[in-house]
């Protein structure tokens, strides 16, 4: 039996997301094939977590058996307050961890689901499965797949999490949205590792910075000392120079209002104890990196400006 998406959509957006779409779980076939291609040309860098449950990644009725549809929810991020400029933090991280964010408005949107449908299956996964997002964002017609890779919608632009749910129940499903880069290459020209493959679609994850700063544990290279562009955690580049971006309103989550140490400068963090950091990390995204990897990349971003210094 297929159900209609109108009340569904309707509650998604009074818990406060801004966009919705449903896909039918089918196995990804022509996507596991270039993930395999993508793992085999060592661009997870020292992700190795990416070639795990591989079976599972690309087939959501793998990941849960029974499942019929997979529900794709949009949650906006985005602020305005400009972070410090000798340490930079990502705009995804100056608010509360987003994982708890979107699991809480999972739980509520679970509850309000089993009143209306009765006993279901439910799965809600933010960035913590085997699952691939972006590519169920696409399917769904939440968004397309742009050039620097993130998944980008025509009314936010791409500063937006994005959350895949599970579930046995079948929908009137959506159709994918016009890929709208064009041909713009800013994103490509603008990111300083060169990250992005020069035809777009393409990222050699271990050359990215937020790769650099968030998931890499071993000193960074030095031959991006002079490529870091004063990034501490993450990096917003290709989104910040991102055309749709300009669409990008400020998000009316309240977990997700700037705390105070994303405007603190490089000094801040090079002196920073970890009583400190055990302190502003709690529930914080940028607890991802640990005190030792936010003081590498302190240290690190340092030594360039020193190496800058005529």
Known sequence: ??????????????????????????????????????????????????????????DPTRLMPGCKSVIVLTLNYY???QHSDNAKISRYAYGSDYHKVLK???????????????DIQFRAFVDSAPIMERVWAEKSGVSWSGKN??????????????MCILTDLEFEYSAPIKDFCGTCKRCIEACPTNAIHQDGYLLDASKCIS???????KN???????????????????QEVCPWNSFAK?????????????????????????????????????????????KKNARFLKNQMSKQKP
């Not at 890779?149 to 994005?162: A, E, N, R, W």
């Not at 790769?211 to 544990?217: A, F, K, P, Q, S």
Request: glycine content about 4%.
């Open 250 to 294: 400020k998000t009316e989550e309240e977990e997700f209002n700037t705390r105070d140490f994303i405007k603190r400068d490089l000094d801040y963090w090079l002196e920073l104890e970890e009583e400190s950091w055990n302190t502003i990390s709690q529930k914080s995204a940028i607890k991802r990196t640990g005190f030792e990897g936010i």
């Open 211 to 217: 790769y650099l700063t968030i998931e890499l544990r």
């Open 79 to 81: 602020q305005d307050q």
């Open 220 to 238: 960074i290279a030095d031959e991006f000392s002079d490529k870091m562009d004063n990034w501490l955690f993450g990096c917003d580049i290709c």
């Open 104 to 118: 809480n408005k999972a739980k509520k949107l679970h509850q309000w689901m089993m009143s209306k449908y009765g």
């Open 149 to 162: 890779t993130l998944s980008i919608t025509p009314q936010i632009g791409s500063y937006f999490f994005l």
């Open 1 to 58: 039996m297929f159900h209609s998406t109108v009340d569904l959509k309707a509650e998604i957006l009074r818990l406060g997301f801004q966009s919705v779409g449903v896909s039918k779980a089918v196995a990804l076939d022509k996507e596991a094939h270039q993930l395999e291609q993508w793992l085999n040309k060592n661009y997870h860098g020292d992700m190795s977590y990416m070639e795990h449950y591989f079976d599972l990644r690309i």
